[in-house]
């Protein structure tokens, strides 16, 4: 049957196995693709022979035993693929099948095949299907090929050269029809890789369009100005909308004129600004520099910008990319902290001095009251120990004030109604103010409780009448007034430290000349006054802050000058019923006893003092420099000891410790507490444990044999004398 018969339709595809004996020829040069080919031929079914070259693959045909050979195009040496496919149909198997690989690259490729009478051609880059289809096709018409031996001899002139066709019909039609379906799948595959290719920059354009809006939504929601910028400022390539909100202007007006940055820094920055933009684009070093600027409005903003140069091939900086923070807040926040630092150190300080001078004064006042009990009421030397215990009175309110700053105060909190307070405080403020300054209280009616000293809240409130009398010097208006509040978590970042939650606000606002920013900084210090000498101590407003703060709460102060003062006092609200404070104290009818009282103290001169005290009221009296000594006194007394008057801080034993050793002992025992400040023995965070009996140095001798008659007095309970 004629190959030119055969019906493409019903040509065999994937037909049956090959025949066991069928050997291919591969001459293939490159050893991968050999192997490559001997591994797809294997696979099928053939038994495959390799030959390097043109020589090698004509001399393995020639010993005979090929039924299909397959060879490269190009090799090198003598012998090509078309000499080799010309040496194999001029003999006498010219019928054996060859397939030549080439890339098709040429039309004349296709020329000179049919010239020395190839069978088929394929890319380099073969499927394995179409090939062995083809192969299975050249073996099977192999035979009728041998029979037809009818040759063209057609002579064909083609791109300027002249070819003699000597193949066979069938070959030349094999031939045509393996390039054009070879031509056909390359076309769909060129089709289909264009189509993806296609699909491929559509996505890349969306993902592109996308990305560009993520960046631009991105450099729109950053606070911080992103910009880049011409290394002589006369061009301004790009600036993020921040810039608006930072400076006031929009970035169309920053790109128009590139230097209005730098015109708007502050102009005592602006020559150091300078100098770090000029030092960025000599060294090619990023640099980063804090300096304030002006707003659009007016306002100065701190910023920290860090420059990036940007060099091109030659390494001359070409570009300036940077990025600008506003730190104003930042800036606040930081000084706040340094202000809080700075009290906490003067109210160690404070704290340290008060200590000291506790025992000091306590043996003035109490041997000046003493001589005063002893001296008739006409003796002259009774004005000169008044005088003496004035100013050992005035001494005494100055270290209790420092202790308050310092928060070393003992306090006693209850749970209060602020209204009450403020309401039982306004005779005697509206008598502390004058009648030139009005006083107007608004109190909320559904006020919360709070937990504080009442005693040292009066203080507060009569300490912030007076600086508020002394703001206006011609008269004004002294506003009281209570809320409820809730601070949230943004109010609490910007006023550190305090934090969020449910408080009760008491402020105090005047009239009068205001505060400048330097003086507002400095109010709660310690000393600080700006008062004419010898009309402040300047601790009154100290003793707020220290009280304020000992009760967990926060104090802040608004003010311009020429706009009066607000101070605003944030304590914490507690869900407790409030209790009633007496106004005032029982005093005992009498202060004098007969019990025998253990006195612990390891200061001599107080100890002594004390001692005479005691004894004059009427005491026995047991005398210890120390714990140790106290409990071998203890030991050695026969009788009942009914107080322990004790220090709370001595060497190698506490007070704490020797009342715990004593009671142990001794379980009707009652304990007094004294000291020059607070301690964890007694105290936790300045606040009294509950049962404890304590008095604060400096103290008279009223005042401790008062304190002594009334813990004698108090009904014993397990809590008597601290919980010991």
């Not at 192969?135 to 002579?155: C, F, I, P, S, Y």
């Not at 025992?669 to 304590?694: M, Q, W």
């Amino acid at each position: 049957m004629p190959r030119r018969a055969i019906d493409k339709a019903k040509r065999p595809r994937g037909g049956t196995e090959p025949k066991a004996a069928t050997r291919v020829l591969v001459v293939e040069d490159s050893v991968t693709q050999a192997e490559a080919l001997r591994a797809l031929l294997a696979d099928a079914g053939y038994e495959v022979a390799v030959a390097a070259s043109g020589e090698d693959g004509l001399a393995q045909f020639d010993a005979g035993g090929c039924d299909v050979v397959i060879s490269d195009i190009v090799m090198p040496g003598p012998m090509d693929g078309y000499a080799l496919c010309h040496r194999i149909k001029a003999g006498p198997r010219r019928e054996t099948p060859v397939v030549l690989l080439t890339s098709l690259s040429d039309p004349l490729d296709i020329i000179r095949g049919l010239e020395c009478g190839a069978d088929s051609f394929f890319r380099k880059s073969v499927d394995s299907a179409p090939l062995l289809d083809r192969l299975k096709l050249l073996l099977n018409t192999k035979e009728t090929r041998a029979h037809g031996k009818l040759r063209m001899g057609v002579q064909v002139f083609f791109m300027g050269r002249e070819f003699t066709i000597s193949s066979e019909r069938e070959q030349i039609l094999d031939l045509l029809i393996s390039t054009f379906e070879d031509a056909v799948r390359q076309n769909g595959e060129l089709r289909q890789r264009e189509e993806e290719l296609n699909t491929a920059q559509e996505e890349l354009a969306r993902y592109a369009a996308s990305l560009e809006q993520r960046l631009t939504s991105v450099l729109e929601s950053v606070p911080d100005v992103l910009y880049s910028v011409h290394p002589a400022l006369t061009e301004r390539y790009y600036i993020s909308p921040a810039c608006s909100a930072v400076l006031g202007y929009s970035p169309q007006e920053l790109e128009a004129d590139p230097r209005l940055w730098v015109r708007s820094t502050h102009p005592d920055d602006q020559q150091r600004y300078a100098t770090i933009l000029e030092q960025v684009v000599r060294t090619g070093h990023r640099a980063t520099v804090e300096y304030r600027i002006q707003h659009r409005e007016g306002s100065i903003r701190w910023i920290r910008e860090t420059v990036v140069p940007i060099t091109g091939d030659g390494g001359t900086v070409v570009r300036l990319d940077g990025i600008a923070r506003d730190i104003t807040e930042e800036r606040r926040l930081e000084e706040q902290f340094r202000q809080a630092q700075k009290m906490e150190a003067v109210g160690q300080l404070a704290a340290g001095v008060a200590h000291d001078f506790n025992n000091l004064l306590t043996v003035i006042t109490s041997y000046s009251d003493l001589l005063l009990g002893d001296l008739e009421s006409t003796d002259p030397r009774r004005e000169d120990l008044e005088e003496i215990r004035k100013a050992t009175m005035g001494a005494a309110g100055l270290t209790r004030q420092l202790l308050a700053f310092s928060r070393q105060q003992v306090l006693e909190p209850k749970v209060l109604d602020l209204n009450a307070i403020v309401s039982g405080a306004g005779n005697m403020l509206q008598r502390l103010i004058g009648e030139d300054i009005r006083l107007v209280t608004v109190l909320a009616p559904d006020l919360g409780a709070v937990k504080a000293d009442p005693g040292q809240l009066e203080q507060v409130i009569l300490n912030l009448a007076v600086n508020a009398r002394d703001a206006m010097p011609e008269g004004g208006k002294i506003t009281v007034e209570t809320a409820n509040a809730e601070l949230d978590a943004a109010y609490a970042a910007e006023h550190i430290p305090v934090g969020p939650g449910a408080y009760v606000l008491f402020s105090v606002s005047d009239t009068g000349v205001g505060m400048e920013e330097e003086t507002k900084r400095r109010i709660f210090e310690p000393f600080f006054t700006t008062k004419e000498k010898g009309k402040g101590t300047g601790l009154g407003l100290a003793t707020v802050y220290g009280i304020v703060k000992q009760s967990g709460g926060f104090v802040w102060v608004y003010s311009e000058p020429g706009h009066g003062t607000t101070f605003k006092i944030y304590l914490p609200r507690v869900n407790e019923k409030a209790e009633v404070v007496p106004r005032g104290t029982a005093l005992p009818p009498s202060v004098r006893g007969t019990e025998t009282v253990l006195l612990a103290e390891d200061a001599g001169p107080l100890r002594t003092v004390v001692r005479q005290i005691l004894k004059r009221n009427g005491y026995t009296v047991l005398e210890a420099p120390d714990g140790k000594s106290a409990l071998d006194k203890a030991a050695e007394h026969a009788g009942p000891i009914h107080l322990l008057l004790t220090d709370v801080i001595m060497p190698e034993m506490s007070g704490r410790q020797l009342a715990e050793r004593l009671r142990a002992r001794r379980p009707e025992l009652k304990v007094l507490f004294v000291s020059g400040y607070t301690d964890n023995a007694i105290v936790r965070h300045g606040i009294l444990e509950p049962g404890i009996a304590f008095l604060q140095k400096p103290f008279s001798p009223e005042s401790l044999a008062r304190k002594v008659r009334e813990v004698l007095d108090a009904p014993q309970s397990p809590q008597a004398g601290g919980g010991l």
